[in-house]
């Protein structure tokens, strides 16, 4: 199957690159014109092209489970259903689901933690990276003066985003503590279920009407929603088996553990109202006359649920997982919030205005603040173990800028 996927991308390329315009997907979709990495970005271009990419990444992501014993193999094989059915698992998001999946059914809790911690790492990367570059392509190169617009298709990549990265979150915190075991496991699938849905919105035309992105309507509607239902189906049959199945509970006292889980929380909670706002357009219809959601929406409901998660993220560089007196840790916030309310002072005195951006940009900047001198900590003990205070400080970066741009950014024509 690999064999035959990676030969039939070469010969679609090779006629993309060679210009054979016998082909119908090299007319609709390349041109002599186009300079050659747009010509290369042109074999993706189409449904037919995604979904060759997409067939082949599924086909080699599970090639590293084949090296290792045990009931690996069960999970390779529960991830090449949809592909040999449908030829169209979405990577890396596939082998958490197909883990947690295998976890369910062989009554294994927790030996499904190490590896699916490792894939949905992968996921969130390669999801992230998408998000960006499409972030890149629209104000750099399509010049549309912004780089998100809250647009559905937009929307549909962030929320599987949103997800993994809770689920990233709840690994942690059951391995750690043995808490959020059914949690994670709804995590795994639903992530799955979202990238699912997401393909679903983008290219079965649905949202031809409201999103510049979106496909037009085509022959695959009930295709996609097929494969859909039978995947929601088979995660519901797993999950109804394993009710029952508790993990430790979380301790309510200051620490990593509740810190942690209070940010799933979070971000479960930004995934919920994105994704109802993107399926607002068939949602509405039931109720009449179809709309969608415009930008305001999502920043009202976005911003309280973020300044939350930057208070988390400015506090959890000095916490533990066991409890910490307070003042062992409250003494060690200050400087972050020293420099928020400097930086914080600079915006007003040029000019920034709004309570809800300003709050934000200060959470943020005290975010910052506080994994940089958690980074510098860990480094010098360790530093292969600075990927938690690093991704947390792009994290943090990312928001100072998009409230700097979006909230007090000037707009010239």
């Known amino acids: 199957m690999t064999f035959c996927l990676a030969f039939a ?8 690159l060679f210009h054979d315009f016998r082909f119908d997907y090299v007319i609709g979709y390349s041109s002599r014109d186009l300079p050659l990495l747009y010509q290369i970005s042109s074999f993706l271009a189409g449904q037919q092209g995604t979904f060759l990419l997409w067939a082949l990444l599924a086909a080699l992501v599970g090639y590293p489970l084949f090296r290792k014993g045990g009931w690996e193999p069960a999970a390779v094989a529960t991830a090449y259903i949809p592909t040999v059915g449908f030829l169209l698992v979405l990577a890396a998001m596939a082998v958490p689901a ?21 894939w949905s790492l992968l996921a969130f990367l390669g999801l992230g990276a998408g998000i960006v570059l499409g972030g890149f ?5 399509l010049g549309w003066g912004g780089y998100w617009g809250w647009d559905p298709v937009e929307n549909a990549s962030l929320v599987p985003w949103l997800a993994v990265t809770a689920l990233i979150h709840g690994l942690v915190v059951q391995k750690g503590s043995g808490a959020l075991r059914r949690s994670n496991w709804i995590l795994a699938l639903s992530g799955y279920l979202l990238v699912l849905y997401a393909t679903f919105l983008t290219r079965s035309g649905v949202l031809a009407d409201f999103s510049v992105h979106s496909f037009p309507a085509g022959t695959i509607f009930r295709l996609l929603v097929g494969v859909l239902l039978v995947t929601l189906a088979a995660s519901l049959w797993g999950l109804a088996r394993r009710l029952r199945s508790r993990g430790s509970a979380i301790e309510t006292v200051v620490s990593w553990p509740l810190v942690i889980s209070l940010a799933v929380g979070l971000f479960v909670a930004s995934g919920l109202f994105v994704l109802i706002g993107t399926s607002w357009p068939m949602i509405s219809t039931w109720f009449g006359t179809a709309s969608s959601m415009g930008p305001p929406f999502y920043n009202k409901v976005s911003l309280p649920l973020y300044i939350a998660l930057f208070g988390l993220l400015s506090i959890a560089p000095f916490l533990g997982w066991r409890n910490l007196p307070a003042q062992a840790w409250i003494g060690r916030v200050v400087p972050g919030l020293v420099v928020a309310a400097i930086g914080t002072g600079v915006a007003l005195a040029f000019g920034a205005r709004g309570i809800g951006g300003l709050v934000l940009f200060f959470v943020a900047l005290a975010a910052l603040t506080s994994n940089i001198v958690r980074f510098v900590q ?36």
């Open 9 to 16: 991308s070469t010969l679609l390329m090779m006629a993309i």
């Open 98 to 118: 197909a883990l947690a999946m295998v976890s369910l059914f062989k009554g294994r809790d927790d030996g499904w933690l190490v590896p699916a911690l490792r």
């Open 137 to 141: 392509w629209a104000y750099k190169v």
């Open 378 to 413: 860990v480094a010098r003990a360790r530093m292969l173990f600075t990927g938690a205070a690093l991704a947390h400080i792009g994290f943090a970066l990312m928001f100072v800028g998009i409230v700097a741009s979006s909230a007090w950014g000037v707009m010239e024509r």
